[in-house]
T-cell receptor, first 113, second 115 residues
């Protein structure tokens, strides 16, 4: 039972364009969502998060959108840079679960010069 | 500020043996969580410790255990190793466990290979 799904295993984008990574979830108890980036041989690095009371959160080139009715969130990267090439994981949690995150399977982003 | 440190980086063990992995959290962080990453199952939560107490536990057999010390450092132990335990084991720390702008910060992991 996969509660967090990233249906696109890979995405290729041209440098300077927008990258849109998608994530769907099934558990309506989730109230906190995060995106992580992972390079090979390194641990995941936190990018951006959003609480369920919001529908958008921005941090520099990264924006996360949350559509609660559709149980869908997306990460927008504008403009995309070659250094953004990595695996991106979305993760979800809910009240009082502390350090327990439910992760999606990841989307490998490739940004081509 | 030093990040999350995991030791060792690589480990090779034989079926039936046991193994202990170590994690030093970011200074001031009291919550330490452990995750297993495999190609088939992705990133899965093992357990979380906060102030030396296990606060949450994932769906793993009792062969997987952990503890946290008074300085917030944590260890996880896997007994009677099986081939399927081969994975990247990641430790993450946070101030209070993923709340109030306190996301999890991960170490670079320990790559365990069971032969």
């Amino acid at each position: 039972d996969q509660q967090v799904k990233q249906n696109s295993p890979s995405l290729s984008v041209q440098e300077g364009r927008i990258s849109i990574l998608n994530c769907d979830y099934t558990n309506s108890m989730f109230d906190y969502f995060l995106w992580y980036k992972k390079y090979p041989a390194e641990g995941p690095t936190f990018l951006i998060s959003i609480s369920s009371i919001k529908d958008k959160n921005e941090d520099g080139r990264f924006t996360v959108f949350l559509n609660k009715s559709a149980k869908h969130l997306s990460l927008h990267i504008v403009p995309s840079q070659p250094g953004d090439s990595a695996v991106y994981f979305c993760a979800a949690s809910w009240y009082n679960q502390g350090g327990k995150l439910i992760f999606g399977q990841g989307t490998e982003l490739s940004v081509k010069p | 500020k030093a990040g999350v440190t995991q030791t060792p980086r690589y480990l090779i063990k034989t079926r039936g043996q046991q193994v202990t992995l170590s994690c030093s959290p970011i200074s001031g962080h009291r919550s330490v969580s452990w995750y297993q990453q495999t190609p088939g199952q992705g990133l899965q939560f093992l357990f979380e410790y906060f102030s030396e107490t296990q606060r949450n536990k994932g769906n793993f057999p009792g062969r997987f255990s952990g503890r946290q010390f008074s300085n917030s450092r944590s260890e996880m132990n896997v007994s009677t190793l099986e081939l399927g335990d081969s994975a990247l084991y990641l430790c993450a720390s946070s101030l209070a466990g993923n709340r109030d702008n306190s996301p999890l910060h991960f170490g670079n992991g320990t790559r365990l290979t069971v032969t």
